[in-house]
């Protein structure tokens, strides 16, 4: 939707008003600057939050778009609250340092400082703690919404594993890892997880192994080498895919017998989160054989 600036700075204008609590009729143009990215982040929310099908010409004018989009901004923010707050009752950082930092020192800064109003577009943190697939490309509360769902749904993942064999899994990766790791460490554990699988369909579908296991043998990465030889890199993100999807479906029903119920299960539904890793997965174990090294990409070793 292209905006009408006749129509967005009234809206500026009582930000500005607002602002300087009515005690100038002026603000400095970087402040001006501001308030319009204000204005224009709260419109885009407020467009949003009628859905994509909407045409242009049925949607309400900026000013009404503006009072949704900053009611949509606060209800996100006070969403993003209370997803953290659940977050904290069992968070498990692994040792790591990095996803700590993020988690509980940066993260309560976000809730403290956030300001909806003048800087709806400033979500005030780096979080360099990188979701699995990546941060999603977006801003202020609506980021930190999405992320700390993302964040949720690691973390029930993660608990389905032994946070021993977790941290062993790490160590491998670095002996330091929990102050030099700078990655997810869910792409850790899913790629090991979902090579377990591979190992074992190299196996003749024989399952040697619990399903919520992490250890890799020499001989495990043999048989995934054998595998995989000779496919394209489609043919093995394919085959990664139905691992991935192996391994979330075992983590759901364990999720599910544990709880008895199965609508609060949480990871319910949300298989193409994880499926996204499938091709960055494939990429690395085609190169791996291509270069004779898929015992580095596993950390095991030959």
Same mark, same amino acid.
């Given at each position: 939707m292209e905006y009408r600036i006749e129509k967005v700075l009234p809206i500026v204008e009582r930000l +500005?008003? $607002?602002?300087? +609590? %009515?005690?100038s009729s002026s603000v400095a143009y970087k402040t001006a600057g501001m308030l319009m990215e204000a204005a224009l982040y709260c419109i885009k929310e407020g467009e949003g939050a009628f859905g994509n099908g909407v045409m242009a010409a049925q949607l309400? !004018?900026?000013?009404?778009?503006?009072? /949704?989009?900053? $009611? /949509? #901004?606060?209800?996100?923010?006070y969403e993003a609250k209370g997803i953290y707050e659940k977050l904290l009752l069992s968070f498990e950082d692994y040792g790591c340092i990095h996803y700590?930092?993020?988690?509980?020192? =940066?993260?309560?800064?976000? *809730?403290?400082?956030?300001?909806?109003?003048?800087?709806p577009m400033d979500h005030l943190l780096t979080l360099d703690y990188?979701?699995?697939?990546?941060?999603?490309?977006?801003?202020?509360? $609506?980021?930190? @919404?999405?992320?700390? %769902?993302?964040?949720?749904?690691?973390?029930?993942?993660?608990? *389905?594993? !032994?946070? #021993?064999?977790?941290? =062993? @899994? @790490?160590?491998?990766?670095?002996?330091?890892?929990?102050? @030099?790791?700078?990655?997810?460490?869910?792409? /850790?554990?899913?790629?090991?997880?979902? +090579?377990g699988v591979i190992a074992d369909m190299a196996a003749e579908g024989r399952r040697g192994r619990r399903e919520n296991t992490l250890e890799l043998t020499a001989e495990d990465v043999h048989r995934i080498g054998l595998f995989f030889r000779g496919k394209?890199?489609?043919?093995? %993100?394919?085959d990664m895919e139905k691992a991935v999807s192996r391994v979330i479906e075992a983590t759901i029903g364990a999720v599910m017998? +544990?709880? #008895?119920?199965?609508?609060?299960? %949480?990871? $319910?539904?949300v298989q193409t989160y994880f499926l996204r890793a499938a091709g960055a997965y494939s990429t690395v174990i085609w190169n791996g054989i291509r270069q004779d090294c898929l015992e580095v990409v596993f950390c095991v070793e030959g």
């Open positions: +500005a008003d $607002r602002y300087t +609590a %009515r005690e309400p !004018d900026e000013n009404m778009l503006y009072e /949704q989009g900053l $009611r /949509q #901004g606060m209800e996100n923010v700590r930092d993020t988690i509980l020192k =940066g993260m309560p800064e976000f *809730f403290v400082r956030y300001d909806p109003v003048f800087t990188p979701l699995l697939c990546g941060n999603p490309p977006l801003n202020g509360a $609506r980021l930190i @919404l999405e992320y700390l %769902r993302g964040i949720t749904l690691e973390a029930d993942f993660l608990e *389905f594993f !032994d946070p #021993g064999e977790i941290c =062993g @899994l @790490l160590m491998g990766i670095s002996p330091e890892y929990e102050e @030099l790791y700078p990655g997810n460490i869910c792409e /850790q554990v899913l790629l090991a997880a979902s +090579a394209s890199g489609e043919e093995i %993100r394919l017998a +544990a709880s #008895g119920d199965n609508v609060s299960c %949480r990871l $319910r539904g």
